[in-house]
């Protein structure tokens, strides 16, 4: 069985700076790709950034803002988040294709105060 779990978030003025990690372990044989969404109260789950085979892709929003990496020693992704909006409020969830199946983390709070 594969887990991720993310960590970092929390509370931050607009105009400030987080940083999320998530980490996977457990059986993996190969990561086709890992990623953010995000879900803000009463909204559905969107996309926010993926990298896979080296190619960082990222919605409109945070185009510029946002900064993804992963590191494929350690089976983990950050998702640097700059310039925050109250917008960018929501639950982040890392997602990861891992051995052919997509798993999701527990989701991480960030609250952007405006």
């Known amino acids: 069985q594969v887990q991720l779990v993310e960590s970092g978030g929390g509370l931050v003025q607009a105009g400030g700076s987080l940083r999320l990690s998530c980490a996977a372990s457990?059986?993996?044989?190969?990561?086709?790709?890992m990623g953010w969404y995000r879900q803000a109260p009463g909204k559905q789950r969107e996309w926010v950034a993926t990298?896979?085979?080296?190619?960082?892709r990222y919605a409109e929003f945070v185009k510029g803002r946002f900064t993804i990496s992963r590191d494929n020693s350690r089976n983990t992704v950050d998702l640097q988040m700059n310039s925050l909006k109250p917008e960018d409020t929501a639950v982040y969830y890392c997602?990861?294709?891992?051995?052919?199946?997509?798993?999701w983390g527990q989701g991480a709070q960030v609250t952007v105060s405006s």
């Open positions: 457990g059986r993996i044989i190969s990561v086709n790709s």
């Open positions: 990298q896979s085979g080296g190619t960082a």
């Open positions: 997602r990861g294709t891992i051995n052919f199946h997509d798993y």
